[in-house]
């Protein structure tokens, strides 16, 4: 637990950071879902929708579990 608690003490330095990438990953995911329901339904902007939230939910889901971690921490 030695190598994970100093790597959580060191990501605890930078909360503003990832405070800010957290509210831009779920702003993204928002904005996503709602050109998903308001756009059009071509085969290739359903891909990209797709990618775009493989790749902003776990980096939202990360950001957060994190800033979590650091506030019981202190």
């Known amino acids: 637990m030695g190598v994970i608690s100093g790597f959580l003490d060191e990501l ?3 909360t503003i950071q990832l405070r800010v990438l957290l509210v831009a990953s779920l ?3 928002g904005l996503t879902l709602v050109l998903f329901v308001v756009g ?3 085969r290739a902007t359903n891909v990209i929708i797709v990618l775009n939230l ?10 957060g579990l994190v800033l979590l971690r650091c506030r019981r921490r202190i």
């Open 12 to 14: 605890c330095q930078f």
């Open 27 to 29: 702003f993204g995911i």
């Open 40 to 42: 059009d339904f071509s």
């Open 54 to 63: 493989a790749g902003l939910v776990p980096l939202s889901l990360f950001s």
